[in-house]
């Protein structure tokens, strides 16, 4: 369990107060430059956070040191001991922590054959492509059997096709570490599919926290609303009231069953990927993307009806985020 | 942010450096100060005459000369050896074995001691039978540096720009290295000639390492000593005595202990000031165009 | 054949669009014991939009550089409006490239950043200028005419890098390296409407390369998807996606990628680990069948499953909707589905499915 008492990244940000439990996958969803680097690099050890308390199972370790604390970061990055295979990449985190040579021997090969690098454990990284170097970064991290393991968007600077896989293959190997598992990213689809935890970050604080679908029912804010949302969240600003419509709850038909309303669509642009198809446009003045199911064509240019089901909407009181 | 204990303990690992730099640097430049007010006849007799020392040499015609002979060189040099360097470093190759071999070539005459490359070009260069000055005379040009003092300051060039371009080369090199191959393919699609490739992408690439280059050697070429002293001993007569054998002269040459201090001084802060305004008007000027 | 520099045997090619066409082009690095392309043929219709599609190391980015004139085929032809263009430097091709992050002059403004290409081509300064503020209007940067690249944004660099790519109105083929690589995720399709845009106005041939599936489909007309310096398929972003003629493409597109299970034909019959999922023209044998995550469903009969696990996506008409994983023969399969997950053994139905053979398609 590791606990959050009233940190502050920065002295003039708002404190936060976390407790992210052992054997969950907590990801922390915000925009770049929200500061989610900086707390990783607090958790880490590596950056002092401004003010409050950070405890691990209890035990006080806001001014531990980086390198005593039990806590192993994977970046973005793929950082590994360029003049080592990949094999003495695995073992010299179970070496620092003394383990016997039999069972190093013995732990290095499991890490090696759960992250699929066993044919490759006498290359050194230079030799692999970047999805394997970033398997054994997190191998590595994985060696140390740290009981923070803090994963600052690993996968960001992989292929797309790369980073879906190796999304899947997360999900599986870090429940089984039992650590307190700290996964920052900007894509909700991470939240989606690794959370059991979410934790929704902006302006270098913690906005809201809860199961990914309880956060994505009911966003405490419009920022909340939007950093939940692919590719993001329309907003509609009525007397009194920010209303958040996410994209695949606005249609092109009036729908029959429930309540709705209508908004008028300016389309500017639609683009497909084959699954879904997002309409670009403007609905007053603002920027709005509707995404529907399958292939739709509609004319650039002109203004359609767009229809939203009242309880869809996403109302926020003014001037709240 | 708040500090933590560990920060501090990085400052004390800093003090042995500070003390060190105080002992070697700070003090004896006081004691030089200290000397520089004083007219000291011997050890136990010396009287506080204020900036008199100060006064009479920066009256001194050969401090002038000297200071003038210095500027001259040291902008010869700096003149000549930052375009060639620049230029050898855009022929050499940017990767594989040739390069690597060719940069270790270039660095050579950087890893040659000073008075050794003093005396390398002595008699690099003597007309007898030194093989440049040799071929110079074998052309039917009458050379000698030993008596023509325009002969021994193209020498002197010369034998500056051996030694040092290649400092110039290798910064040139790692700067141009960075240049991502994407600006050369843009400014081949964008028409762009050679002269242009140079002026809009390399110059623009290179300018941080080459503001370093130029502090270095200008620093650096202020304060030559050696190699003139070794090659022509500020000869013939004083048409190569430059600001630093000059000093040498009054202070081991004639032990006036007190004039060579106040000379130390004004030369110390007269590089002080050249690299000052050096940093305000070319660096801090560059960094205010970036922001 | 090789050009040395002589104009008269390679005509530059002339007109503001060009269509292009790769015959058989065969390409190896130097001291290479493989080809890095294989006898690629592709044709990019005048005016068009085309991506080339693939993971690292399939040989986009050597096909953008061939195109460009940096490499030169080892064999077959590149064809621009018809002309042969091998041997032709860049500068005297009318092709022009963006790239990954935005190249822009550092010690120019932008507006002398966007006149430099005409300026080299001999442009008076008031027509390059004319030319130069016309293309910063089509592209929303006037208000940053003065200004320098490094007190603009990335978003702000890239649009003016492709600016100063298309500012030429001979270009005809705009080549385009991943450039959206740099920029925000939030602000990309912005940056793809302002490249279509231009594209449409100036009705230039644009060759876009990613390993981005969104970004191809959503970019291009026509997309080709390749592998180990092949071209597996070249079709509409609909057909790659509903028909892929090859297991890669199928598995490569679509996220998740297509589900692919074992199969038998026995007389018109596919068999799925002994269960009929359906009939085929096709002959007796062994095949591979694939099928999207939502062409299958789940049903009371059909093909024996167990649900290991369901990533939500959203909720839409108050129920769950996201990607069931479910093992099928030993098999993880994904299916799309909504409302609440069933639990362990199932059944899904699979309404559509393509069949390969060797890899390709073979119904």
Known sequence: ?321 | MRTKPERQAAWLMVLPVVLVVAFSGVVPLMTVVNYSVQDILDVDTRFFVGFDWYRDALRDVRLHEALWRQLVFSFTALAIELPLGILVARCLPRQGRAASLLLVLCAIPLLVPLNVVGTIWQIFARGDIGMLGAAINGLGIDYNYTREPLHAWMTLVAMDVWHWTSLVVLLGFAGLSSIPPAYYQAADLDGAGRWQVFRHVELPHLRAVLLIAVLLRLMDSLMIYTEPFVLTGGGPGNTTTFLSQHLATIAVGQFDLGPAAAFSVIYFLLILLLCWLFHTLVVAGAERDDA | ?363
């Open chain 1, 1 to 321: 369990m590791l606990e959050l008492t009233d940190v502050r990244l920065q002295p003039h940000t708002p404190p936060m107060n976390a407790m992210l439990g052992g054997g969950e996958i907590h990801v922390v969803l915000g925009a770049n430059r929200s500061g989610k680097t900086l707390l990783a690099r607090c958790l880490a050890g590596l950056a002092s956070c401004a003010s409050g308390t950070v405890r691990l199972d209890g035990t006080d370790i806001t001014r531990l040191d980086a390198g005593r604390r039990p806590v192993a970061l994977v970046n973005q990055a793929f950082v590994n001991y360029p003049a080592w295979t990949v094999r003495d990449n695995l073992v010299s985190p179970l070496h620092a922590r003394g383990v016997s040579r039999a069972e190093r021997q013995h732990r290095a090969m499991q890490l090696a054959r759960q992250l699929g690098l066993q044919a490759l454990l006498h290359r050194y990284p230079h030799e692999l492509s970047g999805g394997q170097q970033q398997r054994l970064a997190i191998g590595r991290a994985l060696a140390k059997d740290a009981r923070v393991l803090v994963m600052d968007e690993p996968l960001v600077n992989l292929d797309y096709k790369l980073r879906e896989s190796l999304r899947e293959e997360l999900r599986g190997l870090l429940a089984e570490t039992g650590a307190v598992v700290v996964y920052t990213t900007t894509d909700p689809g991470d939240a989606f599919s690794l959370a059991s935890h979410v934790v929704l970050f902006a302006g270098h604080a913690i906005v809201q926290t809860g199961a990914p679908m309880d956060v994505y029912r009911h966003p405490v804010n419009f920022v909340a609303a939007a950093l939940m949302s692919e590719p993001t969240v329309n907003r509609h600003q009525v007397r009194g009231e920010v209303w958040a419509l996410r994209p695949e709850h606005v249609r092109l038909a009036r729908p029959k069953d429930a309540p709705a309303r209508e908004f008028g669509l300016r389309v500017e642009e639609v683009e497909t990927n084959g699954a879904h198809t997002f309409v670009h446009g403007s609905v007053h003045e603002e920027s709005w993307v509707v995404k529907l199911d399958g292939m739709a064509a509609l004319p650039p240019g002109e203004q359609v009806p767009v229809y939203a089901r009242e309880r869809d909407i996403l109302r926020f009181p003014n001037g709240a985020g």
């Open chain 3, 1 to 363: 054949m090789r050009a040395s520099g002589t104009s008269c045997v390679f005509p530059t090619v002339r007109g503001s669009v060009a269509s292009v066409q790769l015959e058989d082009v065969t390409f190896r690095y130097p001291g290479a014991t493989a080809d890095t392309l294989q006898t690629l043929s592709l044709v990019v219709g005048n005016g068009t939009t085309h991506a080339l599609l693939g993971g690292s190391g399939a040989g986009k980015t050597t096909v953008l550089n061939l195109l460009s004139g940096l490499l030169q085929p080892t064999g077959g032809r590149i064809l621009m409006d018809g002309h042969d263009i091998g041997g032709l430097p860049a500068a005297r091709r009318n092709v022009t490239q963006v790239f990954q992050f935005p190249v822009l002059y550092p010690a120019m403004t932008v507006l002398e950043n966007l006149c430099f290409p005409l300026r080299n081509r001999k442009w008076k300064p008031a027509a390059a200028r004319e030319r130069a503020l016309a293309m910063a209007e089509e592209l929303d940067v006037s208000p940053l005419l003065d200004r320098r690249p490094s007190t603009l944004t990335l978003f702000e660099r890239q649009l003016v890098a492709i600016g100063r790519a298309l500012v030429r109105p001979d270009v005809g083929l705009v080549l385009l390296d991943e450039p959206l690589t740099a920029v925000q995720p939030e602000l990309k399709w912005r940056l793809r409407r302002a490249l279509r845009r231009v594209q449409r106005d100036l009705g230039v041939t644009m060759v876009y390369v990613t390993h981005d599936q969104t970004e191809a489909l959503t970019f291009a007309e026509r997309v080709s998807v390749m592998h180990d310096g092949r071209i597996l398929q070249t079709a509409s972003p609909v057909d790659v996606h509903d028909e892929p003629a090859h297991e890669f493409v199928g598995y490569f597109i679509g996220s998740p990628g297509m589900n692919l299970l074992e199969a038998r034909v026995e007389s018109g019959m596919v068999y799925v680990a002994g269960t009929r999922v359906g009939g085929t023209v096709l002959a007796d044998g062994d095949y591979r069948m694939g099928f999207r995550a939502q062409w299958a469903a789940v049903a009371d009969a059909g093909l024996p499953a167990s649900v290991r696990g369901v990533r939500y996506d959203g909720v839409v008409d108050d129920s769950p909707v996201g990607v069931l994983r479910a093992t099928v023969a030993d098999k993880e399969v994904y299916v799309r589905h909504a409302g609440l997950a069933p639990d362990g053994p199932m059944h899904l139905r699979v309404n559509r499915f393509i069949l390969f053979r060797e890899g390709w398609r073979a119904n």
